[in-house]
């Protein structure tokens, strides 16, 4: 399946139905009065996160979105009908924009959210309705109001509990590939990640999803290489797995490198936690894993675990790892704080 993760779509809600103008004419019956009905309302434009879905692509095929309008309203006291609104189904993570691409219209983080983007024009007031002591036989109605349109964009950030960064064949896509279902393709050039891949990850019996992004190199923040857009898909995550390849020269600058790519990009992922692992230890000598940890240690100032993808040789203390922080802030989520509490008892 094809990845897309920005669209720009048209929208627009529906038009309200006319009021209608209509008096009861019946043989023997004086007087029968207005009874014009009201208009229907137009449809709304509901965006809704659903389960199933991890790509905008369908609406690389389909960009408008047009709810119904209302219909007139009737003699004989009828109510137009409501127009049938109009749904974008969406990935979890989706969120919505203006189109400047900046104003956030709404934010689906979870399926079963929805947002109402565009609402349906009220449909007009038929005659029956402006009857009065004064004026038994109103001879006007409202017309239904017009529905909005408007182009917006959808931006999809996956929803990962960590993401994998680093530099170009530091072996990312060969962790993912080893430690879940997904099939990441796997190559020795720079750059065999397109865009982002999710797995699900089995951690003694509990689960999380982990991301893997494309390599990112110096000037990323610039559009060199793949550029950073990418990274908008591990700023949701609560940790970062930050690996770097113990074979591609000195790995404390390599570190180094994309450490400032993440500054570069802001969002918060330079704060984010980071666990740090040296790899491709199967294909080094002792003598160059103590010395690249070491290289490690200076930049990072913490020591990486080490791990060979390949190999799976620390691999699940990696996990573990990683596990530990991703716990530690569901709970944080979960458990209201005592003030919380004070205000509920
Ligand atoms: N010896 C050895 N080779 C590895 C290991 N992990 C990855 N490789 C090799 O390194 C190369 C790059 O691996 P990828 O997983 O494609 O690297 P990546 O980080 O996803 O690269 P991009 O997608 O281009 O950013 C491949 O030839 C892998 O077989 C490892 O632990 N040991
Ligand atoms: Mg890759």
Same mark, same amino acid.
């Given at each position: ?24 004419? !019946? ?8 009874? &014009? ?64 691409? !900046? ?16 609402? &349906? ?61 997904? #099939?990441? #393709? ?110 490690? #240690?200076?930049?990072? #100032? ?44």
């Amino acid at each position: 399946m094809k990845f897309l993760d920005e669209a720009k779509v048209y929208v627009r809600s529906g038009d309200g139905g006319n009021g209608c103008v209509s008096f009861r004419r !019946e043989k023997f019956i004086e007087f029968g009065g207005p009874n &014009g009905g009201d208009g229907g309302k137009g449809g709304d434009v509901i965006a809704m996160a659903v389960d199933g879905l991890n790509t905008l692509i369908d609406y690389r095929y389909q960009q408008h979105f047009t709810a119904q309008n209302g219909r007139a309203g009737m003699g004989k006291d009828r109510h137009g009908a409501n127009g049938v609104d109009a749904v974008l189904k969406v990935p979890a993570g989706t969120q919505i924009y203006e189109e400047d691409g !900046e104003t956030l219209l709404a934010d689906l983080a979870e399926a079963g959210q929805r947002a109402v983007l565009a609402r &349906g024009g009220n449909g007009g007031f038929g005659n029956a309705h402006f009857k009065s002591s004064t004026n038994r036989a109103p001879r006007h109605a409202n017309p239904g109001q017009p529905g909005a349109e408007f182009t917006i964009r959808l931006r999809l950030k996956l929803i990962a509990d960590a993401g994998i960064v680093g530099s170009p064949n530091a072996g990312k896509s060969t962790l993912l590939a080893a430690v879940s279902a997904a #099939k990441p #393709k796997i190559a020795d050039y720079p750059f065999t990640t397109l865009h982002p891949q999710l797995g699900v990850v089995d951690v003694d019996g509990r689960e999380f999803a982990l991301a893997d992004i494309p390599g990112l190199i110096e000037g990323a923040h610039d559009g060199v290489g793949l550029g950073d857009r990418f990274l908008g898909h591990v700023e949701r995550c609560r940790v970062l797995l930050h690996l770097v390849d113990g074979t591609g020269g000195d790995a404390g600058a390599a570190y180094q490198t994309v450490r400032t790519e993440l500054s570069a990009y802001g969002h918060g992922l330079a704060e984010k936690p980071e666990i740090l692992a040296l790899n491709k230890a199967d294909a080094m000598t002792e003598d160059a894993i103590k010395e690249q940890v070491a290289l490690l #240690k200076r930049a990072a #100032k913490k020591p990486p675990l080490v791990v060979s993808a390949v190999s799976g040789m620390g691999v699940p203390d990696v996990l573990r790892a990683l596990f530990k922080v991703i716990e530690q802030a569901r709970r944080a989520a979960a458990v209201p704080s005592a003030a919380d509490a004070a205000w509920h008892p």
